[in-house]
């Protein structure tokens, strides 16, 4: 993803088995509010954790009826698309070879809420969030349908070079979003002593946001980055994790965890290892 290119081709993932594709709305929102809309490659896919459930049933179609009601709103309005089906017992990986082949600048995944209302990131979901070269955006099903707020999220109290490089690349993403979408950027940035108080002009320096967006404040990181999001009624809020291979990619429990899980609206996750 190019700092003068911005968002022009994104990977949608569709769930066959889920009645509702808010990526999939997400995806044609983008298309008419960025300039020059978007190139759209759908990719049909049931995720691990609901594959094996559905070996014996037989209420899943993906046929060409199925498929052209899918592509309806993108062939009405001649927008770009492509589409594929695949079956697979290694969601994650296929998602992100896709994601390369197709040479996207974004995955958009819809948010499906589990039995306590929380997103459902499951062991794939998050395998992916910990694989991806592009952004991944969370579709939220409560989240409006525009884009005039940026919430960007960042640590600048590390001295792990991982994390500084993250922490330029959210506020680089976030600045596209927001200069693409024509919205006001917001940054975030909770500390937990009076010692560790974050740069608020090295905040404004890199992230270009006017002062009275910069939003700086003692607490825990997931209860500030909720409370300012809600207080701001961000569209969307940009945060980041650490990439992580193999069984690593798979571990649970960050703070990254804990504020999707949390928030009400679209979230997009940037790991250290996106371009």
């Known amino acids: 993803m190019s700092g003068n290119i911005g968002i022009t081709n994104v990977l949608v993932v569709i769930d066959p088995t889920e009645k509702e594709q808010y990526a999939l709305k997400r995806a044609l929102m983008m298309n008419e509010l960025l300039k020059g809309g978007v190139k759209i490659h759908l990719f049909i896919t049931v995720e691990n954790e609901k594959l094996y459930d559905l070996m014996d049933a037989d209420d899943v179609h ?27 017992g290694n969601w994650h990986s296929s998602i992100l070879e896709a994601s390369k082949r197709h040479n996207v600048d974004m995955i958009i995944l819809s948010d499906y809420r589990d039995k306590r209302g929380f997103t459902d990131l499951s062991a794939s979901k998050w395998a992916l969030l910990r694989g991806s070269l592009c952004p991944i955006l969370i579709v939220d099903p409560s989240s409006q349908m525009v884009r005039k707020t940026v919430l960007a999220a960042v640590n600048l109290q590390t001295n792990d070079p991982r994390h500084a490089a993250l922490n330029k690349n959210i506020l680089r993403i976030a600045g596209i979003l927001a200069n693409d979408y024509g919205a006001e950027l917001h940054i975030v940035n909770g500390y937990d002593k009076s010692e560790n108080f974050p740069d608020r002009a090295m905040l404004i320096r890199e992230s270009g946001a006017k002062q009275e967006n910069i939003h700086v404040e003692i607490g825990d990181p997931v209860d500030l980055i909720d409370g300012i999001a809600k207080k701001i009624d961000a569209d969307v809020v940009v945060i980041g994790t650490i990439a992580r291979k193999g069984v ?4 649970r429990g960050n703070k990254s965890e804990h504020i999707i899980h949390k928030m009400n609206r679209d979230v997009m996750v940037i790991n250290s290892s996106a371009e």
């Not at 001649?78 to 697979?88: L, M, P, R």
């Not at 690593?248 to 571990?251: D, G, P, Q, S, Y």
């Open 248 to 251: 690593l990619a798979a571990m």
């Open 62 to 88: 993906c046929d060409s009826v199925w498929l052209e009601s899918l592509t309806k709103p993108l062939t009405s309005k001649n927008i770009d698309h492509t589409a594929e089906v695949v079956w697979t």
